[in-house]
């Protein structure tokens, strides 16, 4: 079955250009996740979706972040006036809870959106 | 959730064992041990885990120490297609749903 797919794949985006990344999870998934990952590092958490509810974003770095999954399905992730140092990939993962609390939970990740600020 | 360290770089010869090592010496009792690699270009992608016993799936075995403290991944015969960045996560069960990734180990298999 289809995996978790993101748009575009690069994007380049001149510094103070509005930016919008999206992701469409894997169908039925109820959780939705976004991570950053700079160049030679791990990647980062940024926000938690479970449905259309953000129950987490608190690895968002500043207010020009905005993310959003209206209708419990696909997902935005928005960058205002984007920065040099917002360059980096950004990876959307979905998963299922799997059982209480999370354990045995796999996040299935799409192969991220590579985002250039220049 | 506990802190990982993981060795920079390992190579590994292919049809060998990798054996790839994790130290999370501060782990608590509910704190699970989750392994994810991230192949060039690619998403990570979920491998195993476990708790306290040792767990085997068609893909690698993880064996964990008696004491918890620290574990190893084993990819039982190494080919090209493993050659990626490992990363050994400890994430507490019922805890944040996010993913704490360190910057893992980066296996080179080599030919």
């Known amino acids: 079955g289809a995996g978790v797919s993101q748009s575009p794949r690069y994007k380049v985006a001149k510094r103070g250009q509005d930016v919008a990344l999206r992701c469409d999870p894997i169908s039925g998934h109820v959780s939705l996740f976004w991570y950053q990952q700079a160049l030679g590092q791990g990647p980062e958490f940024l926000t938690y979706f479970q449905n259309e509810a953000q129950l987490d974003k608190s690895g968002l770095p500043s207010d020009r972040f905005f993310a959003e999954r209206p209708e419990g399905s696909v997902s935005t992730l928005k960058i205002q006036r984007t920065q040099q140092e917002d360059s980096a990939v950004y990876l959307c993962a979905s998963s299922t809870p799997g059982t209480s609390g999370g354990v045995g939970e796999t996040q299935y990740f799409g192969p991220g959106t590579r985002l250039l600020v220049l | 959730d506990a802190k990982t360290t993981q060795p920079t770089s390992m190579d590994c010869a292919e049809g060998r064992a990798a054996n790839l090592p994790c130290n999370h010496s501060?782990?608590?009792?509910?704190?699970?041990v989750y392994w994810y690699r991230q192949i060039h270009s690619q998403g990570p992608q979920y491998i195993i885990h476990?708790?306290?016993n040792n767990e085997t799936n068609e893909m690698a075995s993880l064996i964990i120490t008696e004491d918890r403290k620290s574990s190893t991944l084993i990819l039982p015969h190494a080919t090209l297609r493993d050659t990626a960045v490992y990363y050994c996560i400890v994430r507490v069960a019922g805890g944040r749903r996010a993913l704490t990734f360190g910057s893992g180990t980066r296996l080179q298999v080599q030919p």
């Open positions: 476990g708790l306290k």
């Open positions: 501060t782990i608590s009792g509910n704190e699970y």
